[in-house]
């Protein structure tokens, strides 16, 4: 047995975070409307904006998290899934001593008690991993620009390395995959004919894809495509459809709500399958499972079922222990890639998309 002191390897998980109260959800949506990734305007305007959108929606979203007990259920299902990760990393011969930390986007635990804790803990290095398969400047570019302000504020200055996407990655579709083939058999087993499988992933305004150059729509069909291979059901009905749109901007579609629609006129059973989440929360558990099955009910189609999300599926955690050893191996092969369009410490398995895209702000 060596006696060699292990090197202090810090893994960051980064998700949106929701409130942990009724009174948490005003100030949760204020941090979400600021944020210059979801509201590209200058300041002044993006804050006042910002204080008359959160006014406006904070009961409508209260009444959204009320059926959720008024909270979100997201930091303890990304606990589970930082505790199982770093089991399955400490369990595996990688050389170091890995531990995971949450860093949530507009509600706490905030980056900057995140990075205190890291610091504190001594880490010699650390690994940014978004819990967003798909890379987006709303979601994962807007955690990571604000991780590295952070570290910049406190004086966390060690190695850093970011797996910016991973929307094929064989742990994600094949967790994936297994989850939505028992919702398929669930939905055959009533009898009601063939099912049509909606991919359902987070919209986002159509100015977000095409002024950003963000790569977020055309990874969320790549996930998609690479669920339905992995499926391999012959004549497989499906498509991806958004949901969740907000504002008065157009979005990305088609909705999957105007699906649901199209869906009741067809009379064809329905697979909900959400494929930028991975792990529930208000948009799978109200939106999905209250608000969406209602609309089915009225329409009398024959059946629908959601698929849950991987959560701590042991393929998913299997995979982003892949996609772990990959940024570190990636990146200290090849140190600073700039002939390959990396950006300086950043991984990115999808043709370096990502470091292409306009994060604003
Ligand atoms: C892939 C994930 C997500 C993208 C892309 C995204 C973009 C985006 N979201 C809003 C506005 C809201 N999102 C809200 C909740 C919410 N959003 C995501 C993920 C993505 N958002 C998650 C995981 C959650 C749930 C948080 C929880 O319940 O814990 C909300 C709050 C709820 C509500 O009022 O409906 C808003 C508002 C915009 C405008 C946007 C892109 C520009
Ligand atoms: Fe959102
Ligand atoms: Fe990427």
Redesign the pocket.
């Known amino acids: 047995m060596s006696d060699q002191v292990q090197k202090k390897r810090a893994i960051i998980l980064f998700?949106?975070?929701?409130?942990d109260s009724p009174e948490a959800v005003k100030p949760?949506?204020f941090n979400?409307?600021n944020d210059p990734?979801?509201i590209s305007l200058p300041n002044p305007f993006r804050y006042l904006l910002a204080k008359l959108i959160s006014s406006r929606?904070a009961p409508?979203?209260q009444e959204?998290?009320a059926h959720?007990g008024g909270k979100?259920?997201?930091l303890e299902l990304t606990q589970d899934q930082a505790n199982a990760l770093q089991t399955s990393l400490n369990d595996s011969d990688n050389g170091f001593e890995n531990r995971c930390f949450i860093a949530m986007r507009y509600w706490k635990p905030f980056a900057n008690e995140t990075a205190k804790q890291v610091k504190a803990w001594g880490a010699d290095e650390m690994i940014l991993l978004p819990l967003?398969p798909?890379f987006?400047t709303?979601?994962s570019g807007s955690s990571v620009k604000d991780w590295k302000e952070v570290c910049r504020d406190i004086d966390l200055s060690i190695p850093m390395k970011t797996a910016c996407c991973y929307p094929t990655n064989p742990g994600f579709i094949d967790a994936t995959a297994d989850m939505v083939k028992e919702g398929y058999q669930r939905a055959l087993d009533q009898n009601k004919g063939a099912p049509r499988l909606l991919f359902s992933?987070?919209?986002?305004?159509k100015a977000?894809i095409t002024r950003r150059n963000d790569p977020?729509q055309s990874q969320i069909e790549k996930s998609a495509q690479a669920v339905v291979d992995k499926m391999a059901i012959p004549g497989l009905d499906w498509l991806v459809c958004y949901q969740?749109r907000?504002?008065p901007m157009e979005w990305i579609g088609p909705s999957t709500e105007e699906e649901i629609k199209r869906a009741g006129k067809d009379a064809v059973p329905l697979v909900i399958v959400p494929i930028?989440?991975v792990?529930e929360?208000?948009?799978t558990l109200v939106?999905l499972d209250i608000e969406y099955r209602e609309i089915a009910d009225h329409l009398k189609i024959p059946v629908y079922e959601r698929v849950r999300t991987v959560c701590s599926h042991s393929k998913f955690i299997a995979g982003l222990a892949n996609v772990i050893e990959e940024t570190q191996s990636a990146l200290d092969q090849n140190g600073v890639d700039t002939d390959s369009g990396q950006t300086r410490g950043w991984w990115c398995p999808d043709d370096h998309v990502c470091a292409t895209a306009k994060q604003p702000g």
């Open positions: 998700n949106l975070g929701g409130p949760f949506l979400l409307f990734a979801i929606r409508v979203a959204i998290y959720l979100s259920p997201l967003y798909q987006s709303t979601t992933a987070h919209g986002v305004p977000v977020y969740s907000v504002g930028a989440f792990t929360h208000s948009e939106e």
